[in-house]
């Protein structure tokens, strides 16, 4: 299946903004965020397909990951 990943932030820093991933059927956030090497602590925030999600969603075909560190500001 393919999955649209999008990073934000600092989680960009020596990757990449977004990228098309090819990945097993049911996959999760968790594994995604392993497979890139970010530490999961670093991951404050999941958006697929414009929804909040945890880092045990599974995946499906087509579908688009946000992933945003923790944001300051005010």
Do not use: W, Y
């Not at 991933?21 to 602590?41: A, C, D, K, Q, Y």
């Not at 958006?47 to 946000?66: I, K, Y």
């Amino acid at each position: 299946m393919h999955v649209t990943v999008k990073l934000f932030a600092s989680l960009r820093t020596g990757r990449f903004e977004a990228r098309t991933m090819e990945l097993n059927p049911g996959t999760s956030v968790r594994t995604v965020v392993e497979t890139l090497g970010i530490p999961l602590n670093e991951v404050t925030l999941i958006l697929v397909d414009h929804r909040h999600r945890d880092l045990d969603f599974e995946l499906s075909d087509g579908q688009t990951c946000a992933l945003f560190p923790p944001v300051g500001g005010g």
